[in-house]
T-cell receptor, first 121, second 117 residues
């Protein structure tokens, strides 16, 4: 499968600070990337769909001013958690959708990054 | 709106035995894809198997098979000959559209599987 990297893999920050998480598609250019959040012992919840060159589409209930998404290039999307608070502590995972229907893949799976564990003190 | 339900929060299975993980879904779109992912304690999401809504046969991938019952809107995962390394969280997911990787995935609540030696 395709390789997707996330940086950092974990981060601890103080309440009130901002944290930037990077998601990189290493094997192909991606016009669409997704950001998920996963609280302990819960499922993945889609936060937003990141589209290269345009504004991200946020899911209902996700504050776009708090979770800033920038998809500045076809291989990089960033998620910035602004003014982080302890309740923002979570596992953040990005996924990448291959372009043009997935090329040789018959099912066009999304490829997930390894995740970033954020702890806000 | 699409919805995925996994009714088993957790289950034990004896090593070398088979286990079935339940998944039901709801969608009004006739074109959709169903996925199963494994998430070990490391957190990575590992793709296991895919079933398209128009696929005539149940999908199989090694020890994984998907019992697709379209009329019942169920897509149960069967893991045969369980191994200790199969202990993990398992998520069922659905995406509306076929060959539409740019469409979002909706995940079920997950089932935690613990394989006993």
């Amino acid at each position: 499968g395709a390789v997707v990297s996330q940086h950092p893999s974990w981060v601890i920050c103080k309440s009130g600070t901002s944290v930037k998480i990077e998601c990189r598609s290493l094997d192909f250019q991606a016009t669409t990337m997704f950001w998920y959040r996963q609280f302990p012992k819960q499922s993945l919840m889609l936060m937003a769909t990141s589209n290269e060159g345009s504004k991200a589409t946020y899911e209902q209930g996700v504050e776009k001013d708090k979770f800033l998404i920038n998809h500045a290039s076809l291989t990089l999307s960033t998620l910035t958690v602004t003014s982080a608070h302890p309740e923002d502590s979570s596992f953040y995972i990005c996924s990448v959708a291959p372009p043009g229907g997935g090329g040789g893949l018959s099912y066009n799976e999304q490829f997930f990054g390894p995740g970033t564990r954020l702890t806000v003190l | 709106a699409q919805k995925i339900t996994q009714t088993q929060p957790g289950m034990f299975v004896q090593e070398k035995e088979a286990v079935t993980l339940d998944c039901t879904y709801d969608t009004s779109d006739p074109s959709y894809g169903l996925f199963w992912y494994k998430q070990p304690s490391s957190g990575e999401m590992i793709f296991l198997i895919y079933q398209g809504s128009y696929d005539q046969q149940n999908a199989t991938e090694g020890r994984y098979s998907l019992n697709f019952q379209k009329a019942r809107k169920s897509a149960n995962l069967v893991i045969s000959a369980s191994q200790l390394g199969d202990s993990a969280m398992y998520f069922c997911a659905m995406r509306e559209g076929i060959k539409a990787a740019g469409n979002k995935l909706t995940f079920g609540g997950g089932t935690r599987v613990l394989v006993k030696p």
